[in-house]
């Protein structure tokens, strides 16, 4: 059993050191609750669970905490991949609910498994969720200063379960100040992909991401015979001629974990089986 997951790019410069120690005690605190899950729970299962706990710590930039865009919206982002049946399902730009990932996992038992916008809004309405404001103190003050909170960061995760299936979810709240409509990499196979052999889930620039459709270029790479880390070199030096900025990570079926940045830094935390480790 395996499980990785992400929140985000961490900045240095404009975060204080206070914050990071909270991020790094947050993603063990959800990882303990996710290891405790997934001994009952499937790869989807957990991945959607983990990435919910996510979501709600107002830390992360996606679900509670979410970034405002130029409009003075919010408007998140959430996708999740099986990796055993291959199928994926998302929400873009949908506004008011607590857990955009729990409207994705409800779509995954549909036939129109991505909805975006208004479309997505009212397929939640009508699901009965609960309308919920995700904005913080924190992020309506960035706003009105006109300050990008640079490294709230997009969270992610991704799972190998006892039985060797795979998954992956990711959830954002954007890069903050977009144009309205802005479409992430969260809620598309760049941002988020599994298979039989592997899952990814990225962080970063979502316009660079896209670009590199780097989730499921990795995925690819692995299931066409490369190592999982092989893969992450080889897809994260194809960022390079545009200065991609992205992070990313992931897990194989044979276990293997691994993570990559382009820039400093994204935090993760990392379950491998036997013990966890906390990075950023
Ligand atoms: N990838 C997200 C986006 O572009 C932002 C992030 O990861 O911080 O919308």
Redesign the pocket.
């Known amino acids: 059993m395996r499980i990785l997951i992400h929140g ?2 961490f900045s240095e410069s404009s975060q204080s050191i206070e914050t990071k120690t909270q991020k790094q005690q947050a993603l063990i605190q959800i990882l303990e609750k996710a290891k405790l899950y997934l001994a009952d729970h499937s790869a989807l299962q957990t991945a959607i669970y983990a990435t919910s706990l996510l979501e709600d710590d107002p830390l992360f ?1 996606a679900g509670i905490g979410s970034q405002i865009q130029s409009d003075g919206k919010i408007r998140m982002s959430a996708a999740i991949m099986d990796g055993e049946s291959q199928k994926f399902s998302g929400v873009i730009n949908i506004e008011d609910v607590r857990n955009p990932i729990f409207v994705a996992q409800k779509l995954m038992d549909e036939e129109d498994r991505v909805l975006g916008g208004s479309g997505a809004c009212q397929y939640a309405k009508l699901s009965g969720f609960d309308s919920f404001s995700t904005q913080t103190e924190e992020r309506q003050k960035e706003f009105i200063a006109k300050k990008q909170s640079k490294g709230t ?2 969270v992610g995760c991704v799972v190998l379960d006892k039985e060797g299936k795979l998954a992956a979810a990711t959830s ?1 709240g ?2 903050g100040f977009e144009i309205p409509g802005r479409v ?3 809620a598309t196979i760049a ?1 988020n992909f599994a298979n039989e052999n592997c899952a990814v889930s ?5 316009e660079d ?1 896209v670009s590199n459709g780097l989730a499921t270029k990795i995925v690819t790479r692995v299931t066409d015979g490369m190592t999982l880390k092989q893969a992450f070199k080889k897809s994260f030096s194809e960022l390079l001629p545009y200065d991609g900025f992205a992070g990313a990570i992931g897990v194989s079926k044979n276990g293997d974990v691994f993570f990559l940045e382009s820039h400093p830094k994204v935090v993760y935390a990392s379950y491998n089986g036997l013990e966890n480790a906390v990075f950023m």
């Open positions: 985000g790019f930039n960061g997009t954002t954007g890069k992430s990499d969260s941002g990225c962080t970063g620039v979502g991401i």
